[in-house]
């Protein structure tokens, strides 16, 4: 009982960390469109990696493990956006 207590709060804290560390890039990229400093690799390899741990956490048995999912959910979409503009300033705006 005591081990899913810590491994709650360790998982919400990471889940805190996580949006924390990417949503300054994703609103940054947002207001400004500027994507010169990223690499389109990274985040093509994060969002993937997002994806995979969104996976994982809905398909925990015996239970959904919702820091895991929540925490990617954020990341995944924050790096779809960024990788998004990212393909539209370096291969479709000439």
């Known amino acids: 009982m005591e081990q899913s207590i810590v491994f709650d709060i360790c998982g919400y804290i990471a889940t805190f960390g996580m949006i924390m560390g990417y949503l300054p890039q994703a609103i940054a990229t947002i207001r400004t469109r500027n994507t010169d400093g990223i690499a ?55």
């Open 40 to 94: 389109l690799p990274t985040f093509l390899m994060m969002g993937i990696g997002s994806i995979a741990f969104m996976i994982q956490g809905l398909i925990h048995k015996p239970e959904i493990i919702w820091s895991l999912f929540l925490a990617n959910l954020v990341t995944a979409t924050c790096s779809l956006i960024i990788f998004s503009i990212k393909m539209y300033n370096d291969y479709f705006k000439k």
